[in-house]
């Protein structure tokens, strides 16, 4: 099994101490498994749900479009490519009959 670089110096010299991983250059330590999870973004629903990218989900409320005289009709459909970590719009969507658009999760539900 390849371990993997150093995230601190990227050296390559790593070695296994029970669960961490030791640097021997920078002696950075750190638990592989945890850094996994620190990684991933997540974004809840309206109820709760746990979103992921290619989810499916729907509106749950008119959401006008800035700088348009367009308006999202509850109940459109939209397909999750990818989540961010912003504060205002963290869903990357693909919205039918509109487009591209970034949405606020706390306005959809998982379909």
Known sequence: ?????????ASEY????QSNLVCPECAYEWNPEEKRAEETITAEDANGTMLVDG??????KDLKIKASSQIIKIGTKALIRR?????????????????????????????
Not at 1 to 9: D, F
Not at 55 to 60: G, L, Q
């Open 55 to 60: 989810d499916k989900v729907t509106v749950i």
């Open 14 to 17: 790593v070695y296994q101490d």
């Open 83 to 111: 989540i961010k970590d912003a504060k205002d719009h963290q869903l990357d969507c693909k919205v039918d009959g509109v487009g591209e658009m970034m949405i606020t999760a706390k306005f959809v539900k998982k379909a």
């Open 1 to 9: 099994m390849s371990l993997p670089v150093c995230p601190s110096c």
